[in-house]
């Protein structure tokens, strides 16, 4: 069975860094892109960053700059890294142990994590 837990996350003041990391069973990521999203309380689930199994990585405009995504396969763990946090990047945190792309190019995930909360203070 899958299973997909996020750490890392706690309160910070705006401009100070957080690291969260993403630790799976039941999955093996070395052929996966794997991703981060987060959901702030009354809005959709937005994903921030995505890494694929070379290595290339994506982020959305709000993150880019400021957010890395990296991972290691051999401990089936994914990271982000985020530096100079905004109260804007207040939300819960998931990790994806396997984003899916469709026939016209959209990604989707198939498994999330419980998430980790992070709150960034002003």
């Known amino acids: 069975q899958v299973q997909l837990v996020e750490s890392g996350g706690g309160l910070v003041q705006a401009g100070e860094s957080l690291r969260l990391s993403c630790a799976a069973s039941?999955?093996?990521?070395?052929?996966?892109?794997v991703a981060w999203g987060r959901q702030a309380p009354g809005k959709q689930r937005e994903l921030v960053a995505r890494i694929t199994s070379g290595g290339s990585s994506t982020y959305a405009d709000s993150v880019k700059g400021r957010f890395a995504i990296s991972r290691d396969n051999a401990k089936n763990t994914v990271y982000l890294q985020m530096n100079s946090l905004k109260p804007e990047d207040t939300a819960v945190y998931y990790c994806c142990g396997n984003l899916i792309r469709d026939f016209r190019g959209n990604y989707y995930c198939g498994s999330w994590g419980q998430g980790t909360q992070v709150t960034v203070s002003s």
């Open positions: 039941g999955i093996i990521f070395s052929f996966n892109t």
